[in-house]
């Protein structure tokens, strides 16, 4: 079981906006400013998309964006293209032992 | 452009060791920490430690504790991931990958490795 709580599976239609939740605890998501998100797309290595919950690594579109509530945080995909079909991981420093963990991961399907 | 390159797939039986090694380029070696992150397939992503290349300082996630040592070679730019004791479940995709400069904070993963199969089978 993964220390921090995606929905499985989201789906959208193109050109629509959808958010995936990501959800830990003080110790993590609550706790710091530290919740990153990547997509990955079969076969390939993750791609990092948002850091410090809502900062964009340069030549990440500007339809992907952060926020944090409490202990959850979520990534919101606006003007969904069929490219965007991958899964995505949430991560956030965590003041337990390990230093990191991860999300269980969510598969978006663009209808 | 920082780049990271891993060593091959591999092919082990249980109870045996495996070293993968993780060759870091375009940037400066010892200001940015390394993690290691596993995905077995068809699962999530598991965070297996991280090494401070500068000081070879390490933090090892807590299920790995005991069988998993990361070590690093200044000289040549390269970190090493030795896992011991195989089991059927270590087999995944090893990833290194550069996490954030070692005099910040924070926990981004902004560049990854291509990944290395370990397959473990009798």
């Known amino acids: 079981q993964s220390a921090l709580t995606q929905p499985a599976s989201v789906s959208g239609s193109p050109g629509q906006s959808i958010t995936i939740s990501c959800t830990g605890t003080?110790?993590?998501?609550?706790?710091?400013?530290?919740v990153s998100w990547y997509q990955q797309h079969p076969g390939k290595a993750p791609k990092l998309m948002i850091y410090?919950?809502?900062k964009r690594p340069s030549g990440v579109s500007n339809r992907f964006s952060g926020s944090k509530s409490g202990n959850t945080a979520s990534l919101t995909i606006s003007g969904l293209q069929a490219e965007d079909e991958a899964d995505y991981y949430c991560?956030?420093?965590?003041?337990?032992?390990?230093?990191?963990?991860f999300g269980g991961g969510t598969k978006l399907t663009v209808l | 452009q920082a780049q990271l390159v891993q060593s091959g797939a591999e092919v082990k039986k249980p109870g045996a060791s495996v070293k993968v090694s993780c060759k870091a380029s375009?940037?400066?070696?010892?200001?940015?920490?390394i993690y290691w992150v596993r995905q077995a397939p068809g699962q999530g992503l598991e965070w297996m430690g991280i090494?401070?290349?500068?000081?070879?300082?390490?933090t090892y996630a807590q299920k790995l504790q005991g069988r998993v040592t990361m070590t690093r070679d200044t000289s040549m730019s390269t970190v090493y991931m030795d896992l011991r004791s195989l089991r059927f479940d270590d087999t995944a995709v090893y990833y290194c990958?550069?996490?954030?400069?070692?005099?910040?904070?924070?926990?981004?993963?902004?560049?990854w490795g291509q990944g290395t199969l370990v397959t473990v089978s009798s």
């Open positions: 090494i401070n290349p500068s000081g070879g300082y390490t």
């Open positions: 375009g940037y400066t070696f010892t200001n940015y920490y």
């Open positions: 410090d919950v809502r």
């Open positions: 990958a550069r996490g954030p400069e070692t005099d910040t904070s924070g926990s981004a993963i902004d560049y």
């Open positions: 003080s110790s993590d998501v609550g706790g710091y400013n530290y």
């Open positions: 991560s956030s420093y965590t003041s337990s032992s390990d230093f990191v963990v």
